[in-house]
């Protein structure tokens, strides 16, 4: 019994050793943004007293706001702006509030305003983004998040109910817990540091910035005649379903939290909703912390649903990205002007 509990306590105190060392190393060197993301960061971080406006979203507002034009629309509407895109492809809520965290740790000391894609949280991540995408982002208040939602999806289940969950969301639990642990424990990290790697995940810096280094890319051209087909009948289902539709819990706290870094770092929030085929408006459980500009309705705004607009069911084409970039620029200023 003695042999037993002086095993255990080996074994405790290799542990918190462990962690206590995770934590120390944790703290002097931070989790190794990954390709995709890191060139926005890091000349984002160069160039951060340039920026007045920011607009942090997936690669619907990537591919879809130009700021040279975003720029010049809101200066002939008598509120110049300068703005950088910081849309990343596939940044869904948390990782978004992650990356955001990050803009705002640069202290940018002209910002004012945050255009922030309104999403809900997935507890579930594309694999082939690799695991380095995936692990970053995964501290604890993220990695909490991810887990909430797998227990609870739609933000209103009864405790009982989560419990029931834990074998249905065992592998989206196991998945982030995993995560969160190599995040923590900086596994790889050493590596990570290696010339090869620095230059690795800087390699398509130019093309992740694109042409004119403001963050904006263009998505490609319009669909396929045969791709237009099953879109149409996608959209014509998002449209004859859509209703409102409350934000989950956790979602919903993400949001009123991000609102609430941006205000502390100075600047002002509004929420974003692309022109995507999802057709249900979001809504949060009270009131918005932000105000919040939406596209997703192709009955008031048909323009850019036409399939001829679109690269495919979340993309628009060039000269629609334009137009949006405008439309998008106007309604900015209008919501802006308000007290």
Request: aromatic share 12%; charged share 25%; with cysteine.
């Amino acid at each position: 019994m003695t042999a037993r509990l002086r095993n255990c306590g080996s074994v405790a105190i290799g542990l918190i050793a462990f962690i206590a060392t995770s934590a120390v190393i944790h703290s002097f060197l931070p989790p190794m943004v990954p390709k995709g993301v890191a060139a926005k960061l890091k000349y984002f971080t160069e160039h951060k007293d340039e920026f007045d406006t920011v607009i942090v979203g997936t690669s619907q507002l990537y591919y879809s706001v130009s700021p040279k034009i975003f720029d010049a629309t809101t200066r002939e509407n008598g509120m110049p702006t300068r703005t950088f895109n910081f849309g990343i492809d596939a940044m869904h809520p948390p990782e978004n509030f992650y990356v955001l965290d990050q803009i705002l740790k640069t202290k940018p000391k002209k910002l004012k305003w945050v255009l922030l894609e309104l999403g809900e949280v997935r507890a579930r991540w594309f694999k082939i983004l690799g695991t380095q995408r995936a692990v970053y982002w995964h501290d604890w208040p993220r990695t909490e998040m991810t887990v909430k939602k797998a227990l609870d999806p739609r933000g209103d289940a009864k405790w009982y109910i989560q419990i029931t969950r834990l074998w249905l969301a065992r592998r989206d639990l196991a998945w982030n817990l995993g995560l969160f642990a190599k995040q923590f424990a900086n596994v790889g990290r050493v590596a990570d540091l290696l010339p090869a790697a620095e230059q690795e995940r800087f390699a398509d810096s130019a093309v992740e910035l694109g042409p004119a280094g403001d963050g904006y890319r263009i998505a490609g051209e319009a669909m396929s005649a045969e791709r237009a087909v099953s879109y149409q009948q996608w959209l014509a289902r998002e449209i004859s379903q859509a209703r409102p539709k409350p934000l989950d819990r956790v979602t919903d706290q993400g949001y009123h939290e991000a609102a609430g870094h941006i205000r502390a770092a100075g600047a002002k929030s509004i929420f974003v909703v692309t022109p995507m085929i999802f057709q249900s408006p979001l809504q949060f459980r009270q009131s918005s912390p932000s105000p919040i500009i939406a596209f997703n309705d192709a009955g008031r705004f048909p323009e850019y649903y036409d399939s001829k607009a679109r690269v495919d069911e979340s993309h628009l084409v060039r000269e629609a990205a334009e137009k949006f970039t405008i439309a998008l620029a106007r309604e900015f200023v209008r919501q802006a002007a308000q007290p």
